[in-house]
């Protein structure tokens, strides 16, 4: 069965600090670049995150840029979203998705994905 699977959400309080994991399975996660996406309700999904797995050259929209890092693991067939000093309007569903490689900014903004994860739900929250 070909599937990524998304961890690590949940509740944190506004300056904490989540690590996300994107695990693949049926098929190797280093075949493609990768991307985590967060969807709220009544938005678009939007890119938050991506590395292109080819150079490991690394996109971050502007809201997270100094407080989230992407990596991968390639022994691992998995990859990572660590996110730091957590804001309210970083809650969302996070989902992290296989993507046809490119330039590693477009792939966020117009994802071309091949396997999309379930999300897993951050809520930044007092």
């Known amino acids: 069965q070909l599937q990524l699977v998304e961890s690590g959400g949940g509740l944190v309080q506004p300056g904490g600090s989540l690590r996300l994991s994107c695990t693949a399975s049926?098929?190797?996660?280093?075949?493609?670049?990768i991307g985590w996406f967060r969807q709220t309700p009544g938005q678009e999904r939007e890119g938050i995150s991506c590395?292109?797995?080819?150079?490991?050259?690394?996109y971050y929209t502007d809201s997270v840029k100094g407080r989230f890092t992407i990596s991968r693991d390639v022994h691992a067939n998995a990859a990572y979203l660590e996110m730091n000093d957590l804001k309210p309007e970083d809650t969302g569903v996070y989902y992290c998705?296989?993507?046809?490689?490119?330039?590693?900014?477009?792939?966020?903004?117009?994802?071309?994905?091949?396997?999309w994860g379930q999300g897993t739900q951050v809520t930044v929250s007092s």
């Open positions: 998705a296989a993507l046809r490689f490119g330039n590693v900014r477009s792939m966020c903004v117009v994802p071309a994905a091949y396997y």
């Open positions: 049926g098929f190797s996660l280093n075949l493609y670049s």
């Open positions: 590395i292109n797995t080819s150079d490991d050259s690394t």
